[in-house]
């Protein structure tokens, strides 16, 4: 019997596995697929996150603040590529303006003191492809490679006796006297005295096959796919550019990858079952939220992406859900955490999340 099991390799997996290892248990992260973070880990804006929009009681806001901080300097200990950007939250009209005052009150009040309101001109000298009314400067808000980020997480797990196995999908968990019994697809059984449920979008299936785990403490799950657009040629921009957040995301944005590209996404479209499909009717939609603040737009230049799927713990109605790290206390299993809907800011989060898993592990 190990010490551990992490179940899914993506970016929380990994951060999770290599915090435990770290710890000194001896630690297998497995994973479905034949790659590390094939899903809601690389089909993201790779945005690193300041912690301006969350409620400063949430799980979101103290994690990504801490998990900034964190994040930044593991980049600088690796060599993993990354840059500080720079973000503008624009508000597009007057009418808007109260947002951002909204932004202003809420980031500081989750310790985020390095945002400065600029007006339409000073945006300009900034940006000059973007039209506004105002904006808000996020100088900490920066963008990452999340796959170097992740094969160093994988590194430093191994480095310290982990391991990861592909291809290994656990289909049941048996859980006897502080000993669980992984079933995988096959013949094949793995025991553990800890079982931390990282399997993002498949969190939910996991957990229903867990025999001791009382199903009411299992939320529901809601898929939000986003689609992403490249934009062809050389980028306008030199920093990440939002508009005011919508009710459930944070509306078609532009981010930059580090060579300088720009793309421009996610939209939000409700679904039910994992599909990574991409719909090129989107086009105009996009277009019209993206002239918002970059009237200039040539759609002719937005060329098709790639989608991304968010596991949400609230609907398209209901308010927006916080992170779920699920122990003991809450369903009374000994040894187990179960992680649900861990969506954005999970990546920029995602080194404090590993340390809040650890903590509630060791305490067991």
Same mark, same amino acid.
């Given at each position: 019997?190990?010490?551990?099991?992490?179940?899914?390799?993506?970016?929380?997996?990994?951060?999770?596995?290599?915090?435990?290892?770290?710890?000194?248990?001896?630690?297998?992260?497995? *994973?479905? $697929?034949?790659?590390? /973070?094939?899903? %809601?880990?690389? &089909?993201?804006?790779? =945005?690193?996150?300041?912690?301006?929009?969350?409620?400063?009681?949430?799980?979101?806001?103290?994690?990504?603040?801490?998990?900034?901080?964190?994040?930044?300097?593991?980049?600088?200990?690796?060599?993993?590529?990354?840059?500080?950007?720079?973000?503008?939250?624009?508000?597009?009209?007057?009418? *808007?303006? $109260?947002?951002?005052? /909204?932004?202003? %009150?809420?980031? &500081?009040?989750?310790? =985020?003191?390095?945002?400065?309101?600029?007006?339409?001109?000073?945006?300009?000298?900034?940006?000059?492809?973007?039209?506004?009314?105002?904006?808000?400067?996020?100088?900490?808000?920066?963008?990452?490679?999340?796959?170097?980020?992740?094969?160093?997480?994988?590194?430093?797990?191994?480095?310290?006796?982990?391991?990861?196995?592909?291809?290994?999908?656990?289909?049941?968990?048996?859980?006897?006297?502080?000993?669980?019994?992984?079933?995988?697809?096959?013949?094949?059984?793995?025991?553990?005295?800890?079982?931390?449920?990282?399997?993002?979008?498949?969190?939910?299936?996991?957990?229903?096959?867990?025999?001791?785990?009382?199903?009411?403490?299992?939320?529901?799950?809601?898929?939000?796919?986003?689609?992403?657009?490249?934009?062809?040629?050389?980028?306008?921009?030199?920093?990440?550019?939002?508009?005011?957040?919508?009710?459930?995301?944070?509306?078609?944005?532009?981010?930059?990858?580090?060579?300088?590209?720009?793309?421009?996404?996610?939209?939000?479209?409700?679904?039910?079952?994992?599909?990574?499909?991409?719909?090129?009717?989107?086009?105009?939609?996009?277009?019209?939220?993206?002239?918002?603040?970059?009237?200039?737009?040539?759609?002719?230049?937005?060329?098709?992406?790639?989608?991304?799927?968010?596991?949400?713990?609230?609907?398209?109605?209901?308010?927006?859900?916080?992170?779920?790290?699920?122990?003991?206390?809450?369903?009374?299993?000994?040894?187990?955490?179960?992680?649900?809907?861990?969506?954005?800011?999970?990546?920029?989060?995602?080194?404090?999340?590993?340390?809040?898993?650890?903590?509630?592990?060791?305490?067991?």
């Amino acid at each position: 019997m190990i010490d551990c099991v992490v179940v899914g390799a993506g970016v929380i997996g990994l951060a999770v596995g290599r915090a435990l290892a770290i710890n000194g248990l001896e630690v297998i992260v497995i *994973e479905a $697929a034949g790659a590390i /973070g094939t899903e %809601t880990s690389s &089909r993201n804006s790779e =945005v690193i996150h300041a912690g301006i929009y969350y409620p400063g009681s949430t799980l979101k806001a103290q994690l990504c603040v801490t998990g900034q901080r964190q994040l930044y300097r593991y980049c600088e200990e690796k060599g993993i590529g990354h840059a500080r950007t720079g973000k503008l939250i624009v508000a597009s009209c007057d009418a *808007e303006l $109260a947002v951002l005052d /909204g932004y202003l %009150t809420q980031a &500081r009040a989750n310790g =985020v003191t390095d945002l400065t309101r600029l007006s339409s001109a000073e945006v300009s000298e900034l940006e000059p492809a973007v039209h506004c009314a105002q904006a808000l400067y996020s100088p900490s808000t920066g963008i990452i490679d999340s796959r170097a980020y992740m094969l160093a997480l994988q590194g430093d797990l191994e480095a310290r006796g982990g391991m990861v196995a592909l291809n290994t999908r656990a289909s049941r968990v048996v859980g006897r006297k502080q000993r669980f019994t992984i079933q995988m697809e096959g013949a094949t059984t793995i025991q553990c005295a800890r079982l931390v449920n990282a399997a993002g979008l498949h969190a939910q299936a996991l957990a229903r096959n867990i025999d001791e785990l009382p199903p009411a403490t299992i939320p529901p799950l809601h898929l939000a796919r986003g689609h992403y657009y490249q934009l062809a040629g050389k980028s306008p921009f030199s920093h990440l550019v939002y508009p005011v957040a919508g009710v459930a995301d944070l509306g078609i944005h532009v981010t930059l990858d580090l060579g300088g590209a720009a793309r421009f996404g996610p939209d939000l479209e409700w679904i039910g079952s994992v599909d990574y499909s991409f719909d090129p009717d989107r086009r105009a939609a996009f277009a019209a939220a993206i002239r918002r603040y970059y009237p200039d737009l040539d759609a002719a230049r937005l060329q098709p992406g790639y989608t991304g799927i968010r596991p949400k713990l609230a609907g398209a109605t209901e308010p927006a859900a916080d992170f779920v790290v699920q122990g003991e206390d809450t369903h009374g299993v000994p040894g187990l955490v179960n992680l649900y809907g861990i969506d954005s800011p999970g990546l920029t989060a995602s080194l404090a999340i590993a340390e809040v898993v650890a903590s509630r592990l060791n305490r067991g």
